[in-house]
Nanobody, 120 residues
Framework: QVQLVESGGGLVQAGGSLRLSCAAS????????MGWYRQAPGKGREKVAT???????VYADSVKDRFTISRDNAKNTLYLQMNSLKPEDTAMYYC??????????????WGQGTQVTVSS
C-alpha cells in the first residue's frame, strides 16, 4: 500500500515562508518521480513542481524563483520550500507520486493534502 503524508501547511503572512514535507512509503520513493500540486477553492488542480528520480526539476511559471522542490531518498521525504508567499498561493497542497522515474502523464498516487493560507 502506497502512502503519502503531507505536513507543514499553515497560516502565514504575505512575504513569509513555509516548508512542506511529504513522507512516502519506502517501495515507492527513490525510483519514482514526485510532485507537488495545489487546488484553490473553485479552481482546478494545478501542478506546482515536479522532480524526477535523478533530481531534475520543473516548476510552474507562477512559482519559479520562489519555490524549491527537493527530495531526500534516504528519508523517503519530499519537500517544497516556499518563499515570498503571496495571497494567490493560498490552496490545498498535495504530494503526488508517479509510476515512472520522470513526471509524465498523471500521478498514480496522491496524499490527503495540507492547507496553506497566505494573508495579505
Amino acid at each position: 500500500q502506497v502512502q503519502l503524508v503531507e505536513s507543514g501547511g499553515g497560516l502565514v503572512q504575505a512575504g513569509g515562508s513555509l516548508r512542506l514535507s511529504c513522507a512516502a512509503s519506502g517501495s515507492i520513493f527513490s525510483r519514482n518521480a514526485m510532485g507537488w500540486y495545489r487546488q484553490a477553492p473553485g479552481k482546478g488542480r494545478e501542478k506546482v513542481a515536479t522532480i524526477s528520480s535523478y533530481g531534475g526539476t520543473v516548476y510552474a511559471d507562477s512559482v519559479k524563483d520562489r519555490f524549491t522542490i527537493s527530495r531526500d531518498n534516504a528519508k523517503n521525504t519530499l519537500y517544497l520550500q516556499m518563499n515570498s508567499l503571496k495571497p494567490e498561493d493560498t490552496a490545498m497542497y498535495y504530494c503526488a507520486a508517479f509510476r515512472g522515474t520522470t513526471a509524465v502523464l498523471t500521478p498514480a498516487y496522491w496524499g490527503q493534502g495540507t492547507q496553506v493560507t497566505v494573508s495579505s
